[in-house]
């Protein structure tokens, strides 16, 4: 099993930044991409950046030049800044991470973490 911790999430305001952070934990596995998805009221999941383990990334329309993802391999840890924060920023964001076990070659593994408000206001 894989367990993901994030943490970084807050209230702030317009025009601000935060950072997110999301560490992978357990054992006999290997990260293969991460991701930052985020989800507001009435609103379906959508993807807001994902970054593979060469460090390929991609995002979403809305956030890009403003948000930036990276990632620590050897922490098993992948952050989200975020800069220029606007209202409809405002979601709660989960971390997703594809993992690879031992004897089951390239099939992905999905986990997600237990998410991380994120609130925009003045």
């Known amino acids: 099993q894989v367990q993901l911790v994030e943490s970084g999430g807050g209230l702030v305001q317009p025009g601000g930044s935060l950072r997110l952070s999301c560490a992978a934990s357990?054992?006999?596995?290997?990260?293969?991409?991460m991701g930052w998805y985020r989800q507001a009221p009435g609103n379906q999941r959508e993807l807001v950046a994902r970054?593979?383990?060469?460090?390929?990334?991609n995002y979403a329309d809305s956030v890009k030049g403003r948000f930036t993802i990276s990632r620590d391999n050897a922490k098993n840890t992948v952050y989200l800044q975020m800069n220029s924060l606007k209202p409809e920023d405002t979601a709660v964001y989960y971390c997703?991470?594809?993992?690879?076990?031992?004897?089951?070659?390239?099939?992905?593994?999905?986990?997600w973490g237990q998410g991380t408000q994120v609130t925009v206001s003045s």
């Open positions: 997703k991470a594809a993992a690879l076990k031992p004897g089951w070659g390239r099939t992905e593994f999905y986990y």
């Open positions: 970054i593979t383990s060469n460090g390929s990334t």
């Open positions: 357990g054992s006999a596995f290997s990260i293969n991409s």
